[in-house]
């Protein structure tokens, strides 16, 4: 089997090193990505470190991977070499269960994620992109518009899906009011998209040090949340939040500023289950939801949407280095608003 060059972890408590990994042979129905650019997602360092209880050793993460195609199996139809590709948060799913034959792959009983997975032969840990080439099935490959910068487009492949998801099962659109809960890495990518699709947006942050940039990114309003003033002029207000952050809320007050009919959609995952009480959703007819990512064609409709709207995500580039300082940061909110890998510097 190749080997590549990676970095990843072999335990919980230690920084992500170099690695040596190995790829399985192309195969008939499989594409080989030469990766140029791998995002980094909150969700790597909560993997990395084990702060979701289910790491599987040793784990090179990564899962907002871009690339070129360097091979493709006899009977790959769609992909030739050379082609600018990514990959996602899926590399394989069991393709027969109600889900996957709706196009949700996220919500498969039995999915094969990019990376902290098993492949389908139960016996191979599934690697991520903090490295040089992956291996992944055709039907899991992804078209990047040729407009879009490869490094800046590589958090699209999260960011962008978890964002754009729930922004159009929810109907975000012309004459809807959304409001976006946090400016960061998934907060920035929600701005930019429901602005897109011309909705009427507003950034919920705790303070105003951000307005600026959410003005420039495509927001409308921007409310300081640490201003009790905020959930009083704002309440019954919105169609739809988009809840981006992981910090403990009060979630009711937060219910509290939507319309009757209303939804606020989690992406992110708290350290402790909030307490909820029925009454701000009774009183409204409101709901209270989650989502995750998005389905392979969905996936592809955001890329192509943001072709055509010319939305990429704002990024850091960093050589592979400095991916340890670059995790430290993560955690105090010091990034605007996504790292980027150079997978040259793995060289």
Same mark, same amino acid.
């Given at each position: 089997?190749?080997?590549?060059?990676?970095?990843?972890?072999?335990?919980?408590?230690?920084?992500?090193?170099?690695?040596?990994?190995?790829?399985?042979?192309?195969?008939?129905?499989?594409?080989?990505?030469?990766?140029?650019?791998?995002?980094?997602?909150?969700?790597?360092?909560?993997?990395?470190?084990?702060?979701?209880?289910?790491?599987?050793?040793?784990?090179?993460?990564?899962?907002?991977?871009?690339?070129?195609?360097?091979?493709?199996?006899?009977?790959?139809?769609?992909?030739?070499?050379?082609?600018?590709?990514?990959?996602?948060?899926?590399?394989?799913?069991?393709?027969?269960?109600?889900?996957?034959?709706?196009?949700?792959?996220?919500?498969?009983?039995?999915?094969?994620?990019?990376?902290?997975?098993?492949?389908?032969?139960?016996?191979?840990?599934?690697?991520?992109?903090?490295?040089?080439?992956?291996?992944?099935?055709? %039907?899991?490959?992804?078209?990047?518009?040729?407009?879009?910068?490869?490094?800046?487009?590589?958090?699209?492949?999260?960011?962008?899906?978890?964002?754009?998801?729930?922004?159009?099962?929810?109907?975000?659109?012309?004459?809807?009011?959304?409001?976006?809960?946090?400016?960061?890495?998934?907060?920035?990518?929600?701005?930019?998209?429901?602005?897109?699709?011309?909705?009427?947006?507003?950034?919920?942050?705790?303070?105003?040090?951000?307005?600026?940039?959410?003005?420039?990114?495509?927001?409308?309003?921007?409310?300081?949340?640490?201003?009790?003033?905020?959930?009083?002029?704002?309440?019954?207000?919105?169609?739809?939040?988009?809840?981006?952050?992981?910090?403990?809320? %009060?979630?009711?007050?937060?219910?509290?500023?939507?319309?009757?009919?209303?939804?606020?959609?989690?992406?992110?995952?708290?350290?402790?289950?909030?307490?909820?009480?029925?009454?701000?959703?009774?009183?409204?007819?409101?709901?209270?939801?989650?989502?995750?990512?998005?389905?392979?064609?969905?996936?592809?409709?955001?890329?192509?949407?943001?072709?055509?709207?010319?939305?990429?995500?704002?990024?850091?580039?960093?050589?592979?280095?400095?991916?340890?300082?670059?995790?430290?940061?993560?955690?105090?909110?010091?990034?605007?608003?996504?790292?980027?890998?150079?997978?040259?510097?793995?060289?």
């Amino acid at each position: 089997m190749p080997t590549v060059k990676a970095y990843g972890v072999s335990h919980s408590t230690e920084p992500l090193k170099p690695l040596t990994i190995e790829r399985r042979e192309t195969g008939e129905h499989d594409v080989t990505i030469d990766i140029a650019y791998c995002g980094i997602c909150h969700s790597d360092i909560h993997q990395a470190r084990n702060e979701w209880g289910n790491s599987i050793y040793p784990m090179v993460p990564g899962h907002e991977i871009v690339g070129t195609v360097s091979a493709v199996g006899k009977k790959v139809k769609r992909l030739k070499p050379g082609d600018k590709v990514g990959v996602g948060c899926l590399v394989d799913s069991c393709g027969e269960c109600p889900d996957c034959k709706e196009g949700l792959e996220q919500f498969c009983v039995r999915p094969v994620f990019t990376y902290n997975s098993m492949e389908k032969d139960g016996k191979t840990i599934a690697h991520g992109g903090y490295s040089k080439a992956i291996v992944v099935r055709e %039907d899991f490959v992804l078209r990047i518009p040729k407009n879009l910068p490869m490094e800046a487009a590589a958090p699209l492949l999260c960011a962008g899906i978890t964002t754009y998801s729930p922004l159009r099962h929810w109907g975000a659109g012309p004459g809807k009011k959304i409001a976006v809960i946090g400016l960061g890495g998934l907060g920035h990518m929600a701005v930019k998209l429901a602005s897109a699709m011309k909705a009427e947006v507003t950034v919920l942050s705790r303070t105003l040090k951000k307005k600026d940039d959410a003005i420039r990114l495509g927001a409308h309003y921007v409310y300081a949340t640490g201003d009790p003033a905020t959930f009083e002029k704002l309440g019954r207000h919105f169609d739809l939040i988009i809840n981006t952050v992981s910090a403990k809320l %009060d979630w009711g007050q937060y219910l509290g500023l939507l319309k009757r009919d209303g939804a606020m959609v989690l992406l992110g995952v708290p350290p402790e289950a909030p307490q909820v009480h029925a009454f701000p959703l009774i009183m409204g007819r409101r709901s209270l939801a989650g989502s995750l990512i998005g389905g392979i064609a969905e996936t592809q409709e955001m890329l192509d949407f943001c072709g055509k709207h010319n939305i990429a995500a704002d990024i850091e580039l960093i050589p592979i280095q400095k991916v340890n300082e670059a995790y430290e940061r993560v955690m105090k909110a010091d990034v605007k608003y996504r790292f980027v890998i150079d997978m040259k510097s793995l060289s």
